[in-house]
């Protein structure tokens, strides 16, 4: 079985700064994915950002970066320069052998200006 | 342009009443996928298709449908069986290839509100 772990309910961060979310993970599988998605308060999940359990790089996209320390089990999210655009709920997902993705139970940001 | 349609946005059950939440998508995405979110909570599996004429239960089907006819869509029927059908209903696709790093794109989502 998959879990996946989101322990900040909510953050506050000043605009211009970054902000890490933290998401730990357990799970069986000798292979799997990590995921992150945006959730605005319209409510459609955006993806942000994918890390393959054997990529040795550490995956980035734009301000999005995903710090992966396997040996935590640990997909953390940062954002830098945080825009007022920012303020939502964030899921941490994983994904492994079923192909289908466990997500955790998000954090929400509030970007102050 | 590309992309996941849900419809209805908002929809209103009487309890008691079967209804039907429509998904379709543009994407030629093989793999389509219902999600179930509750306030405050992270997105749980209802059902999902990997392939057209077939779909798996994911971890809570009870008191859900869905049919996979076309590529493009597929639609969830909430029967009156399902307890607590009041949520944010999450639709989603994905090329659906071999791998882990198939990704998951959504539509806007339908609430339900049972009266």
């Known amino acids: 079985a998959q879990k996946i772990t989101q322990t900040q309910p909510g953050m506050f961060v000043q605009e211009k700064e970054a902000v890490t979310l933290d998401c730990t993970y357990d799970t069986s599988d000798p292979s799997y994915g990590l995921f992150w998605y945006k959730q605005p308060s319209s409510g459609e999940m955006i993806f942000l950002i994918y890390q393959g359990s054997y990529d040795q790089q550490n995956a980035t996209e734009g301000r999005y970066s995903l710090n992966f320390q396997k040996a935590r089990k640990s997909a953390n999210l940062v954002i830098s320069a945080s825009q007022l655009g920012d303020s939502a709920m964030y899921f941490c997902?994983?994904?492994?052998?079923?192909?289908?993705?466990?997500f955790g139970a998000g954090t929400t940001v509030t970007v102050r200006a | 342009d590309g992309g996941i349609t849900q419809s209805p946005k908002y929809l209103f059950r009487k309890e008691g009443q079967n209804v039907t939440l429509s998904c379709e998508q543009n994407l030629n995405h093989d793999a389509m996928y219902w999600y179930r979110q509750d306030p405050g909570q992270g997105l749980r599996l209802i059902y999902y298709?990997?392939?057209?004429?077939?779909?798996q239960k994911g971890d809570i089907a009870e008191g859900y449908s869905v049919s996979r006819e076309k590529k493009e869509s597929f639609p969830l029927t909430v029967t009156s069986a399902q307890k607590n059908p009041t949520a944010f209903y999450l639709c989603?696709?994905?090329?659906?290839?071999?791998?882990?790093?198939?990704?998951?794109?959504f539509g806007p989502g339908t609430r339900l509100t049972v009266l």
């Open positions: 298709s990997q392939i057209v004429n077939d779909f």
């Open positions: 989603a696709s994905s090329i659906n290839r071999e791998g882990l790093s198939d990704t998951q794109y």
């Open positions: 997902a994983m994904s492994g052998s079923l192909y289908k993705l466990s």
